[in-house]
């Protein structure tokens, strides 16, 4: 059974429709990744399955249950994370309070006090820059700040949108090693991202989609492999 998986979804913004029809599957403890060119609706697909935007038909289920039609607060609480495109931190707030937000569903203070020790265990880079202030962190910090927030509430499963844009190589190859490491730790993971190459090359599976409509679908090698798929997006 999927952990997550959506049926025939039609979603859009106020009255256009942006999404025709998308499925997908994530299988416990997958790593899978969504790509396709600029405006293909990956960023919109993740923003229906957190509840954020118009649903227009088809069916979302999360661990067998519906999610249709509850609030981005509720489906949090359910087990699933979610790191917004482009690394969106508070800046005036240190990191310490960063991580805070994240835990805004928790009323537990032990609780939160546990998730805050799991994340600093994860980026021992921002246990050392706990008082340190989100917007003089750097870009590739700061996108480490987005995900460790993310992961306040112990999610079971984390969406991470476009996590290596903008970041120079160093913090590329940072931030998709911390995936595998995400993934190694039993996070079940769904990545959007421009990256197409190292983004397959680390999932099980990937799905490209395409003017709001699913285009293909395979495993990681079968995308890589594939000849359109390596012509269209790939470059080359
Ligand atoms: N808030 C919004 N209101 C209206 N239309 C929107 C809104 N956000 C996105 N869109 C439109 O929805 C379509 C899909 O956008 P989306 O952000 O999902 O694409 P994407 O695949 O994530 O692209 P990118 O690679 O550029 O991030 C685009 O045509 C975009 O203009
Ligand atoms: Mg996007």
Redesign the pocket.
Known sequence: MALLELKNIDAG??R?Q?LYGVSLEVMEKEVVCVI??????????FKIIMGFINYLGGEITFNGANIVGFRPDQILGKGLGYVP?GRIVFNQMTVRENLDMGAYIERDKKKIEEAMDYVFTLFPRLAERQKQLGGTMSGGEQQMLAMGRALMTRPQMIMID?PSLGLSPRFVSEVFELILRLAEEGLTIMV?E?NATRALEISDRGYV?EL?RNRYEGTGQELLNNQDVRRMYLGG
């Open positions: 913004y106020g256009s942006i396709g060119p600029n405006g293909a609706g990956k960023s919109t697909t495109q476009e959007v421009q989609l709001g």
